[in-house]
């Protein structure tokens, strides 16, 4: 029950960012439950392909989606993820909450010199035709996303949103949105990867998928309702206090 809890509210706040969320799991899981740290990757990462669906969902009904974008990445994400999944099989346990960590600590970063420091571009047109140059590009970030997401068990949202922010030129707000349909086929990947190496505990996975799933739902609601600033404060603390509870 105090999984289920803990997840409900972690829910929220990711699906409020347009984050899948395994990094905060991951280090919940770790540092309050006590999980082995591969364990934990694994059912976070699985847990992803079931609550992002209704956070993308809200999104998409909120118009925050550039779907054919979202699709294309998600696809060669999905790929990359199940590749990293074997690769973060043969990290040890000792490195890996330091390397999950690192990744998380990079990620806020990043998202601190996009977010603040350059300009907010014009929406997207989801009726703008796709040519060679934008899958390639989409294609591209879909596959080294996947691979960060799948080696260190994280969903990779700022890396994913940054992507789509600088590459593809969404919006924040259909990076946001986006950024969860994204996450779809990656953690299917990815999870399917862990699942095959023995790093899944499904009894877990449903604690965590009871709480997260309505969590996420709800929390999307919230992101066309505050200003700017917040969201761009949320979008960046998440990863770092993730990355720091990994490091106590």
């Given amino acids: 029950m105090a999984i289920m809890i803990t997840m409900l509210a972690l829910g929220a706040i990711l699906g409020f960012i347009g984050a899948g969320g395994a990094g905060f799991i991951i280090a919940i899981l770790t540092l309050v439950f006590k999980v082995p740290i591969h364990t934990a990757l694994g059912t976070s990462l699985t847990a992803m392909a079931f609550t992002s669906p209704s956070g993308a969902f809200s999104h998409y009904r909120e118009g925050n989606m550039a779907v054919k974008a979202g699709i294309i990445v998600g ?10 999944s074997k690769i973060a099989a043969l990290i040890p346990t000792d490195y890996m909450h ?3 960590a690192g990744m998380l600590f990079l990620s806020a970063l990043l998202l601190v010199v ?6 907010e571009k014009t929406a997207r047109d989801e009726n703008q035709q796709i040519n060679a140059v934008f899958v390639l590009k989409a294609a591209i970030l879909g596959i080294i996303v996947g691979i960060l997401s799948g080696t260190f068990g994280i969903g990779s949202t700022p890396f994913i949103q940054l ?6 030129g969404l919006t924040l707000r259909q990076s946001v949105g986006t950024t969860m349909l ?6 299917i990947g990815g999870g399917i990867g862990f699942t095959s190496e023995g790093y899944l505990d499904f009894v877990l996975l449903l604690q965590v ?3 997260t799933m309505l969590g996420a739902y ?3 609601k919230f992101t066309n309702l505050v200003p700017k600033v917040i969201l761009k404060t949320a979008m960046i603390l998440t990863p770092a206090v993730s990355a720091l509870i990994l490091t106590l």
């Fill in 75 to 84: 696809l060669f994400g999905a790929a990359g993820s199940y590749v990293g």
């Fill in 98 to 100: 330091f390397f999950t």
């Fill in 114 to 119: 996009r977010l603040f420091l350059l300009k």
């Fill in 163 to 168: 992507g789509l922010l600088t590459f593809l």
């Fill in 182 to 187: 994204v996450i779809v086929p990656i953690a």
């Fill in 209 to 211: 998928l009871i709480g």
């Fill in 218 to 220: 709800i929390g999307a």
